[in-house]
């Protein structure tokens, strides 16, 4: 078969697929679910205080399932985070526990239902987290 005839058989097979209903595979769509949801992301800014440091009230978007956060990479230092369900409790999830944070994406909530209000509250891990910016995507 020459070239031209395998690319044309490639691309009738690619175009039958989609006729069918063929969709890309989990992982492909799993990375573009995160794009859509991390390109959404608020940008904020903790300044180092002795207490917890509340940022919100926030409400879900069907854009992202979890409540995520990342550090910028400039960022020295971690931070302790939590999220509080302000129509249900004043208190953090998990037990009312906080978990250490730094330069990679990580959920700080999971499988939140869409329009639920929340609020983000922070405190530093160590001194050295004076100004750090970071991300919320929700």
Known sequence: MTRTRRTAAVLAATTA???????APAAAQSETTATSCY????SLTYRYSAAAVEFGTYTTTSRCSD?????????TGFLDACIVFVDH????NHDNTYSTFGPQWATVATDVKDGTRFKLRVHAYDTD????PFQLAF
Request: charged share 5%; glycine share 10%.
């Open 39 to 42: 390109g959404g992301a608020v």
């Open 17 to 23: 697929l989609l006729a069918a209903g063929a969709t």
């Open 129 to 132: 987290a004076q100004v750090v």
């Open 89 to 92: 409790t004043s208190l953090c």
């Open 67 to 75: 409540i995520n956060i990342k550090l910028s990479s400039s960022a």
